[in-house]
């Protein structure tokens, strides 16, 4: 009897360890790799300690020598980025390493004379060695290729490393974050609560952060997790069992000491705060300002997103990507850039990029729903005068149709200043354009078609594939330098139309002119004023949002060189 036990319990301790192994959130590291500063002691503890409790490969540990500050110039910069390269590609890893994570004493933030050529060294060593290499320390921002992907990570398929960093107030704080990050659940802590904090007095071009935080609660819920969604004017603080949060820090106009939470966090458990700023410094002790994602990171965070200088609302993680992937099995780092537009910017993640807050994906990511169209080919070429694009998919489940978004970059004769207030260097950002009507459900292959006869310049397209009950999901983006020349005055009819809150309005101009674009209500009267300046010829976009309306049918007037056009558009809400 006692063999036979004994037996029974090897072999249960056997399955108990198999078990500990498939609930390890990612079996091998060896497409990671970790820098240190040889000029930083911190640096090296830090590293050395990831790298044995993660059984990185020693042939993965780059070692630099950089200044120990945390702001660099672009020279300082160059120079750190060469060291990095030479050492990936005299090592012939360049292509295997999928993730790069730097450590507290290498460089954070690097200071440029222009604010719009500000980045973090994250982002800028995110596009080293691959197809964006020439963004680097270029003005304003690249929009990032994994941005919106439900896709597992490889830089062979999006031509980026996901880089993160270890970073804290002291040895304890970040030896903590690596330590927490050491497994994962089958599923998330019941006990787990997501808190987002609205603060209902940002409105205008700050609701949809607001707005997001809404859908993400909606989107948890439906998963049966336990979500706190605040929407009024209180800042909350001192919750217990946090998994996620998310809020407006000090920009919040309630907000308590500092924008300190003091909240208890449970192992795994992440955040996105809507500060700038909030990643400037790392070092103890700090000086306010903004709040700072260092405080989160004492108080026992695993893993938040901050921002080393200011870097537009636009850059903020869309937390309703961002919370629905980590739930959904996503890594740190795949959940955090998928939720981020931009690169070569201001952002920087703390925390181990491959922690999975549970072992494996849920049923909603893998199989069918996961790619209810299997998309094969999507492309852009210019013809004559028009942008074709061309897609075709394998099989299709329960598709509604594609939704087309385009996004073009400001004209070279554009002013500084327009730039500035759009750091990505687009007009309107992504504007939907156009829908054409998928299969429903196929196992044939199907090709589709859509000609963009309003572009200009360097043109950037994805497709937003819709499911027939609603989901959604993103193609990759494809970007075509459109040379065309409008040969007409035109104004398009808006999209989508019938609209609500916004819509986009395409229009032509043939010739430099003076031109205004008005919005009329039914009764004649002036409703918004969207443009009122000398345009030059071209093609543009321009957003119209009816928030403040009531619903009925409003009017687009186009004017310029003596010519107008006039569109009916159906706002309903």
């Not at 989107?219 to 069992?241: H, I, P």
């Not at 494996?360 to 999507?378: H, N, Q, T």
């Not at 990505?424 to 429903?440: L, P, Q, Y």
């Amino acid at each position: 009897m006692t063999k036979i036990h004994a037996r029974g319990v090897s072999f249960l301790f056997l399955i108990l360890v198999i078990a500990g192994i498939l609930r390890c959130q990612t079996a091998s590291y060896k497409d990671v790799a970790v820098i240190i500063n040889r000029n930083s002691t911190i640096s090296d503890s830090i590293g050395t300690y990831f790298v044995s409790q993660r059984y990185i490969p020693a042939l993965n540990i780059i070692r630099i020598s950089v200044p120990v500050t945390e702001e660099i110039d672009s020279n300082q910069f160059q120079d750190l980025r060469r060291q990095v390269e030479a050492y990936l590609t005299e090592n012939h890893i360049a292509d295997s390493i999928n993730y790069l994570v730097t450590t507290k004493g290498v460089p954070l933030k690097i200071k440029r004379t222009d604010l719009m050529e500000a980045a973090s060294v994250e982002s800028e060593l995110s596009l080293i060695l691959g197809p964006y290499a020439d963004n680097i320390q270029r003005y304003g921002v690249l929009y990032s290729p994994y941005y919106l992907q439900r896709d597992d990570f490889t830089r062979t398929r999006y031509g980026i490393y996901l880089v993160t960093r270890l970073d804290g107030y002291s040895f304890a704080d970040i030896t903590r974050i690596i330590d927490q990050s050491a497994g994962s659940a089958i599923s998330p802590p019941a006990a787990g609560k997501f808190v987002l904090d609205q603060d209902p007095t940002r409105s205008g071009g700050y609701q949809n952060l607001n707005d997001n935080m809404k859908i993400s609660a909606t989107l948890l819920s439906a998963r049966g997790l336990s979500v706190m969604l605040d929407s009024t004017a209180t800042y909350v603080t001192n919750q217990q069992n946090v998994l996620g949060y998310t809020g407006w820090g000090s920009n919040d106009a309630h907000h308590s000491f500092h924008g300190l939470l003091n909240n208890t966090w449970l192992p795994g458990a992440i955040a996105e705060t809507y500060v700038s700023t909030s990643a400037r410094t790392f070092n103890a002790p700090a000086v306010y300002g903004q709040s700072l994602i260092a405080d989160l990171i004492a108080e026992g965070i695993t893993a938040a997103k901050g921002y080393v200088y200011e870097p537009y609302s636009s850059a903020i993680a869309d937390v309703s990507v961002l919370f629905d992937l980590y739930t959904s099995g996503y890594t740190v780092a795949e959940s955090f850039y998928s939720a981020s537009p931009y690169l070569s910017w201001m952002d920087v993640i703390i925390g181990d990029p491959k922690f999975r807050l549970i072992s494996a994906r849920l049923p909603a990511d893998i199989g069918e729903y996961s790619m209810p169209v299997e998309l094969a080919l999507f492309t852009a070429s210019t013809e004559k005068d028009a942008v074709t694009l061309n897609w075709k998919t394998a099989t299709e489940t329960n598709n509604y149709g594609f939704e087309i978004e385009r996004a073009m970059e400001k004209s070279a004769m554009s002013s500084r200043a327009e730039t500035i207030n759009d750091p990505v260097g687009r007009d309107d950002k992504w504007s939907k354009i156009g829908f054409v009507e998928g299969n429903g459900t196929t196992n044939a292959p199907k090709s589709y078609s859509f000609t963009d006869k309003s572009a200009n310049g360097k043109t950037s397209y994805r497709l937003k594939q819709i499911d027939r009950d609603g989901k959604y999901t993103y193609s990759h983006i494809v970007t075509v330098t459109a040379a065309i020349e409008p040969k007409e005055f035109a104004l398009q009819q808006n999209y989508p139309n019938p609209f609500n809150p916004s819509t986009a309005i395409n229009y032509q101009l043939s010739e430099n002119s003076f031109t205004t674009l008005y919005v009329y209500d039914a009764l004649g009267r002036e409703v918004a004023t969207l443009v009122n300046e000398v345009k030059e010829a071209g093609s543009y976009t321009v957003q119209f949002d009816g928030e403040r309306l009531s619903s009925g049918i409003y009017f687009a007037r186009l004017s310029s060189s003596g010519k107008t056009q006039m569109r009916k558009m159906l706002l309903m809400k």
